[in-house]
């Protein structure tokens, strides 16, 4: 019995080995252009207060939305190499 047990050891080091190359080999797509864009409020010297609030409102909003989506895309990419590779 004990001879059989480390043939077992044997191939559970080698399927180890043998899924870690695979997922040495896994390249990670490129980030979202998207992602690296960075907002500014649009607010110019001179703009009444209401229009400047609305203006950094609509910045802000725009930049959050644009974080969810790439928190979205970097969720479901980690899913996906979790399982079985890149999706």
């Known amino acids: 019995m004990s001879a059989c047990g480390q043939i077992d050891i044997a191939r559970i080091q080698a399927a180890g080995e043998a899924v870690g190359e695979a997922r040495a080999e896994q390249v990670l797509?490129?980030?979202?252009?998207?992602?690296?864009?960075?907002?500014?409020?649009?607010?110019?010297?001179g703009d009444r207060l209401d229009v400047a609030v609305l203006k950094a409102d609509a910045a802000l909003s725009g930049q959050n939305a644009r974080t969810s989506r790439c928190a979205n895309w970097y969720d479901h990419l980690r899913a996906g190499l979790r399982q079985d590779g890149p999706q």
């Open 29 to 45: 797509p490129e980030l979202p252009a998207d992602c690296r864009r960075q907002s500014r409020s649009g607010v110019r010297v």
